[in-house]
């Protein structure tokens, strides 16, 4: 009988040499918690179908900020869910709107140490729920959004934010962005670019984070999941436009886009683990159906070995404390 020439099971063998061998780094610094932060609230209220993550009073936003700091994370994405929303998402602009209110407190308390990043996008604020201004036949207007989110990016950077997050998908916004905040004097503003964001049912949870009164959805304006090609195109828009890193949404169900982006664009590449692959878990564990760490940690190596230089994930403070407790 002849024996096996090559063995790899010699490299599994231990956890000292699978420590050793193992390609993919999972540290603290390389994840970013995205947190909801709501006006009008005094206490933490519970988003249901993501358990263990809540819609922020602003002080409990502070707490979170200086934990995610103590924790070690890379950064803080902030999403605000304003009191009142209107049709063009006045509170968006309003230089004491609640996101900007977040941005101000969270970069007092722990903007030395993390990275804060800001969600510029109109969904949280409009009365309708969908990303841009709407054009008389209802339709999402692109070029009448572009303003808007001129506006927004000047009030967040004014609000202290180091990274705005352009996530609505409309053409050319990272360049009407990019010249907004130059010519306010924030050339230091760094634009995190949602280049490649699908329309996925991976959202469902966020809808209700948010408050969203959305009705339909968003295929006339985020991608379509049956296509590649396009999210390397985006990228390369982005890129030609002044992005300074760019992402991939949702994560898990889009490994492959991750790979291609990842070896396509030579700036950092995020990856935004969503409100759907949270809940997922959460749920399989909560019926003892699947072990929660574990499937959590798998996940995000996964992410990391797909490409992405970081990853936003609501499990980003826990994750770090496993992994400082790993080493
Ligand atoms: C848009 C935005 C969304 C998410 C992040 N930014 C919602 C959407 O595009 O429908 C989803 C995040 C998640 O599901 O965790 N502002």
């Known amino acids: 009988m002849g024996f096996p020439a090559a063995r790899p099971r010699r490299l599994r063998s231990t956890p000292a040499v699978r420590r050793l061998v193992a390609e993919t780094t999972l540290e603290p610094r390389q994840l970013v918690l995205p947190v909801f932060v709501r006006e009008g609230i005094d206490a933490p209220v519970p988003i249901a179908s993501m358990p263990g993550v809540v819609q922020h009073p602003l002080d409990g936003l502070r707490k979170a900020a200086a934990e995610a700091a103590a924790a070690g994370l890379g950064g803080i994405m902030l999403f605000g869910i304003p009191a009142h929303k209107d049709a063009v998402g006045s509170a968006g602009t309003d230089p004491d709107g609640i996101l900007q209110q977040g941005l101000r407190a969270v970069v007092e308390e722990a903007g030395d140490s993390l990275v804060v990043m800001s969600d510029l996008c109109l969904d949280e604020f409009t009365d309708h729920g969908h990303c841009g201004v709407l054009a008389a036949d209802g339709s999402v207007d692109n070029d009448a959004t572009l303003v808007r989110y001129a506006e927004m990016a000047i009030v967040q950077a004014e609000a202290g934010a180091h990274v705005v997050a352009p996530s609505g998908m409309m053409d050319g916004q990272v360049g009407v962005i990019r010249s907004a905040l130059d010519e306010s004097g924030f050339s230091n503003v760094s634009v995190l670019a949602y280049s490649a964001k699908y329309a996925s049912a991976f959202y469902g949870p966020f809808r209700e984070a948010v408050d969203s009164s959305l009705k339909g959805d968003r295929r006339a304006y985020q991608q379509d999941g049956a296509n590649a090609r396009e999210a390397l195109r985006e990228v390369r828009l982005d890129l030609a436009e002044g992005a300074d890193m760019v992402m991939v949404k949702p994560a898990s169900a889009y490994l492959d886009i991750l790979r291609a982006v990842?070896?396509?664009?030579?700036?950092?590449?995020?990856?935004?683990?969503?409100?759907?692959?949270?809940?997922?878990?959460?749920?399989?564990?909560?019926?003892?159906?699947?072990?929660?760490?574990?499937?959590?940690?798998?996940?995000?190596?996964?992410?990391?070995?797909?490409?992405?230089?970081?990853?936003?994930?609501?499990w980003a403070g826990e994750a770090a404390g496993w992994l400082r407790a790993a080493r």
């Open 262 to 314: 990842a070896d396509e664009s030579d700036v950092p590449v995020a990856a935004y683990q969503v409100s759907g692959e949270y809940a997922m878990i959460e749920a399989a564990a909560a019926n003892g159906w699947i072990d929660r760490d574990r499937a959590v940690l798998e996940s995000l190596t996964a992410i990391r070995r797909a490409g992405a230089d970081f990853v936003l994930t609501y």
